[in-house]
C-alpha cells in the first residue's frame, strides 16, 4: 500500500470540457491516487448514464446525488475528486467541497471547451447547442461561482497534462 501523500482530498472543479477528468487521470497514474469522477459514480449507482438521469428525475435529483456523494466523500483523504461541471452551482455543494480539502479551479476558453466536448454526447446541458456563443455565455454566467468556490486557479489553455499538474501541486 502506497503511503498517502495528502491528508485532504484535492477536489478538481470546472466548466464542461475544462478538464477535470484528464488532470484526475494523470494524477492517479503519476502519484497513486485514487480518484473519484463524480459524474461516473453517480451514473453507475443509478444504472443510467448522466442524459437518462436528467430525463427521468430531472437536474435538482442529479444536484442532490452530487451534494450526498460529497458528503459521503468526507470520511475519506487523499482522493481527487472530480466534479460535474455543475457541481459548485449549488451554495451547499460548495461548503461541503471545503469539507473535502482543496478545491482547484481548472479554466479553459470557450473555443478551446468546444474543440474537447465536441465529440462527446453525455453532456444534456450543451448537446443541443454546442456553439461558442453558447458556452461563452453559460460560463459567464457560472464564473462568479466556480471562482468563489477555487482555492486554486490553473488555466490550461495552451498547457498540457504534465504543465497543469506541476503548476498544481506546486500551488497546493
Ligand atoms: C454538468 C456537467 C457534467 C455533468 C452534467 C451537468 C454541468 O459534468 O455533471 O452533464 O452542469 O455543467 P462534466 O463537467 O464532467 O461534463
Avoid at 96 to 112: D, F, I, Q, Y
Avoid at 133 to 161: C, H, Q, S, V, W
Amino acid at each position: 500500500q502506497a503511503r498517502k501523500l495528502f491528508n485532504y482530498n484535492i477536489v478538481l472543479i470546472g466548466f464542461m470540457g475544462a478538464g477535470k477528468s484528464t488532470i484526475s487521470d494523470f494524477l492517479k497514474n503519476v502519484f497513486a491516487m485514487d480518484v473519484v469522477e463524480m459524474d461516473q459514480i453517480i451514473a453507475q449507482r443509478q444504472g443510467m448514464s448522466i442524459s437518462d438521469i436528467f430525463e427521468t428525475y430531472g437536474e435538482q435529483y442529479f444536484r442532490d446525488l452530487e451534494t450526498n456523494l460529497l458528503i459521503e466523500m468526507q470520511s475519506r483523504s487523499n482522493v481527487v475528486i472530480s466534479c460535474g461541471g455543475g457541481t459548485p452551482m449549488r451554495e451547499c455543494n460548495v461548503v461541503e467541497m471545503k469539507k473535502n480539502g482543496r478545491v482547484v479551479l481548472l479554466t479553459a476558453k470557450p473555443e478551446t471547451i468546444l474543440d474537447r466536448v465536441k465529440d462527446n454526447h453525455d453532456r444534456p446541458l450543451i448537446e443541443n447547442n454546442k456553439t461558442v456563443p453558447f458556452i461563452a455565455d453559460l460560463m459567464e454566467k457560472r464564473r462568479a461561482k466556480y471562482e468563489a468556490a477555487a482555492d486554486i486557479i490553473i488555466e490550461t489553455d495552451g498547457k498540457n497534462e504534465l504543465e497543469i499538474c506541476e503548476e498544481l501541486v506546486h500551488r497546493l
